[in-house]
């Protein structure tokens, strides 16, 4: 059996300054479960396995995903990002529009 576990990155664009890390309060951590909900400010290093268990990538390592579908309105095939006006809007897609505000990837 194989698992598979996902990790989401979000940035927000700043005018003038292009994409970043910093986030509004009420944004969702810079990485997070698909739930937004256990964050952190980094990507996560890999933990051990459980016994038992291996990590199908060397060393644990995350990778962006590139061929999310980021519910149904694809993302960016070279580095995963997904675009929306705002997070909650749940209308992740590709290409960015140029009201879009947010993006997100998800690494696996």
Same mark, same amino acid.
């Given at each position: ?8 990155? !979000?940035?927000?664009k /700043?005018?003038? @300054?292009?994409?970043?890390?910093? *986030?509004?309060?009420?944004?969702p951590? +810079? ?6 909900? !256990?964050?952190?400010? /980094?990507?996560? @290093?890999?933990?051990?396995?459980? *016994? ?5 990538? +060397? ?6 995903d590139?061929?999310?579908? /980021? ?38």
């Amino acid at each position: 059996m194989e698992v598979t576990e996902f990790i989401f990155e !979000n940035q927000r664009k /700043a005018p003038f @300054k292009g994409w970043h890390g910093k *986030l509004r309060p009420r944004d969702p951590p +810079p990485f997070c479960q698909t739930d937004g909900l !256990n964050g952190s400010v /980094a990507l996560p @290093k890999a933990a051990p396995p459980p *016994l038992g268990w291996v990590w199908t990538t +060397p060393g644990g390592a995350w990778s962006a995903d590139v061929e999310w579908n /980021a519910g149904g309105g694809g993302c960016d095939p070279e580095a995963g990002w997904a675009y929306a006006g705002e997070f909650g809007e749940g209308v992740w897609h590709f290409p960015p529009a140029d009201r879009d505000a947010v993006r997100r990837r998800r690494h696996r």
